[in-house]
């Protein structure tokens, strides 16, 4: 997994919006490019914080421009997107 794309980093902290309009505090948590596009692994900050991994609900969006997150828009993107870094994620616990 990559450390940096652009200007989004790993262990960056971004405030979003939820479906609600109140704002989140989400963290970078990986970064991977998937067939010439971008991806980054976010999870609420919070929840990095004070959870395991295993307990910890991790969310995928497109990285624009190395800036800007979007939501990937279909099923089969976000499938290829998932396994991708949980490969990513199976080959750094290999490596320790």
Do not use: N, P
């Not at 609420?44 to 990285?63: G, R």
């Amino acid at each position: 997994m990559e450390e940096k794309m652009g200007s989004i980093e790993v262990g960056e902290i971004l405030t979003v919006l939820d479906e609600d309009d109140r704002e989140q505090e989400i963290e970078v948590i990986g970064l991977l490019s998937v067939e010439d596009k971008e991806y980054a692994a976010v999870a609420f900050a919070e929840d990095t914080q004070e959870e395991t991994d295993e307990d910890m609900d991790v969310f995928f969006f497109q990285v624009i421009e190395g800036e800007d997150l979007a939501e990937i828009e279909t099923d089969e993107e976000f499938e290829k997107v998932s396994a991708a870094f949980l490969e990513a994620e199976e080959a750094v616990a290999d490596e320790e």
